[in-house]
C-alpha cells in the first residue's frame, strides 16, 4: 500500500467514524428524549443510573443503526474524501503527477468493501448475540412486561399454541390455551394451564413448552402420553418421571422466539437460523423469509453497487461544493431504497415475483447503470 493509499484510507476512516458518531447519536438523542421517562424510571431517578440505563440500551441498538445506514455511511464518506481532495487541490496535484482519478478512487472502493464486510459480519454475528434486548423497547427493558401473544400453529404436530400474553424474561406464555387437533383424541380439544414455559431440547428431551397449572383436562393425571406415529407429541406425568402432577410436556420446535418474536426474530437472527427455520417442519414461513434470506447474501454487493453510483456524481462535477454533491448521492440513496423496497414488496407481499427474484432485482436493475457510470472512473 503506497503513501496515497494510506492517506486516502486514513481520511475515509475518521470521516466514516464521525459520520456514523453524528447520524447514530442524531437517533439516539430523539430517542432518549421520547423515553425520558421510562429511562429514569428504570434509573432510579439517578442520574448514575441514568446513564447506565441509556448506556446498555444503547449499546446494543447502536450496532442496528450501523446495520440501516452501513451503505450511507460508506457513500457519504468517500464522497466527502473525493470532495476535500478538490477542495485543497490535492486532486488536481495527484492527476498533474499523472496519477489517473481510477487509481485515486481505488483505496475508497476498498474501503467502502471493507464496511459492506463489517456490516454483513454484524449482521451474522453480533446482533444475534443481543437479539433479546433488541426486541425489547424502552418500556420492557427487563422483560417483565405483557405481551399480547398472536397464536401460531406448529405444522409438524397440528397444534395450536396459543395465550393470553407473553413475559419475554422467562419465555413463559401465561393463561396458554393448547388446541390440539382431532388426530390426538383422549385430552379433549384443547389443553389450558396458568403457564407454558419454553424449553429447549437438553439431555435427549425434546423441545418444547413446560405446562404447569393445568386445567383443563381436568383428568390429566389419568391420562397417557399422546404420540403420533410412535413419537411422543405430549408427555403426561402419568408415565413420565421428570413431570409433577400437575403438569404435562408439549413437544415443539417452535421455540420461544419464534413464536412472541413476531418479525424481529428475523431481523435479528443469523442467516443460518434462517435457512433452519424454513427447513423446520413446524413452522410455514411465507416468502417474506425467502426474500429476507436472499437479500442477506446479496446486501454487500448492493452496497457496493450504491458506492459505485455515488462516486461519479463528485469526479463529473467541476463544482467542489460538499453541500451539493451531499445533497445529490441522497437523493440517490433515496432512489437505492426506494427500488429495493418496491422489489421486497413484489416478492413478499403481492407476490408478483419470486422471492429470488424480488431479492436479485434490485442488483439486476442497478448494477448496470453503476457499471456504466463507474466506468467513465477507470477510462
Request: charged share 15%.
Amino acid at each position: 500500500m503506497s503513501m496515497m493509499d494510506r492517506y486516502i484510507c486514513w481520511l475515509f476512516v475518521r470521516v466514516s467514524l464521525c459520520s456514523a458518531a453524528c447520524l447514530i447519536g442524531l437517533i439516539v438523542l430523539i430517542d432518549v428524549a421520547g423515553n425520558f421517562e421510562e429511562f429514569i424510571g428504570f434509573g432510579n431517578h439517578s442520574l448514575h443510573g441514568f446513564l447506565r440505563v441509556i448506556g446498555a440500551y444503547y449499546m446494543a441498538r447502536s450496532l442496528i443503526y450501523f446495520d440501516w445506514m452501513s451503505a450511507l455511511i460508506a457513500l457519504m464518506s468517500a464522497i466527502f474524501v473525493m470532495t476535500w481532495l478538490k477542495r485543497t487541490n490535492e486532486m488536481a496535484a495527484l492527476m498533474a503527477a499523472g496519477i489517473p482519478s481510477s487509481r485515486i478512487v481505488k483505496p475508497l472502493i476498498i474501503a467502502a468493501i471493507a464496511v459492506a464486510a463489517g456490516a454483513a459480519l454484524n449482521r451474522e454475528f453480533l446482533l444475534p448475540r443481543f437479539s433479546d434486548e433488541l426486541s425489547r423497547n424502552a418500556q420492557d427493558l427487563r422483560g417483565t412486561r405483557e405481551r399480547p401473544l398472536e397464536p401460531k400453529y406448529d405444522a409438524e404436530t397440528d397444534i395450536l399454541l396459543a395465550g393470553n400474553h407473553t413475559l419475554a424474561a422467562e419465555q413463559q406464555i401465561v393463561n396458554a390455551a393448547f388446541q390440539l387437533p382431532q388426530s390426538l383424541p383422549g385430552y379433549g380439544r384443547k389443553l389450558v394451564a396458568k403457564t407454558a414455559s419454553y424449553r429447549p431440547p437438553i439431555d435427549g428431551r425434546p423441545g418444547g413448552y413446560l405446562l404447569s397449572g393445568i386445567s383443563q383436562p381436568e383428568s390429566l393425571s389419568k391420562l397417557p402420553t399422546l404420540t403420533i406415529t410412535g413419537r411422543p407429541v405430549v408427555y403426561s406425568p402419568i408415565d413420565t418421571a421428570w413431570l409433577a402432577e400437575n403438569q404435562c410436556f408439549v413437544v415443539s420446535k417452535v421455540t420461544f422466539q419464534q413464536l412472541a418474536g413476531g418479525k424481529a426474530w428475523q431481523r435479528y437472527a443469523p442467516t443460518w437460523h434462517l435457512i433452519s427455520a424454513l427447513r423446520n417442519p413446524s413452522l410455514d414461513y411465507g416468502a417474506d423469509l425467502r426474500v429476507t434470506v436472499h437479500q442477506r447474501l446479496l446486501r454487500p454487493f448492493l452496497d457496493v453497487s450504491l458506492l459505485l453510483l455515488g462516486l461519479p456524481i463528485v469526479l463529473s462535477r467541476n463544482h467542489q461544493s460538499l453541500f451539493i454533491a451531499v445533497g445529490q448521492c441522497l437523493l440517490l440513496v433515496a432512489v437505492y431504497y426506494l427500488v429495493t423496497m418496491i422489489f421486497e414488496w413484489m416478492g413478499s407481499r403481492s407476490y408478483l415475483l419470486t422471492p429470488a427474484q424480488a431479492a436479485w432485482g434490485p442488483l439486476i436493475v442497478l448494477a448496470p447503470f453503476a457499471y456504466t457510470v463507474s466506468k467513465r472512473m477507470w477510462d
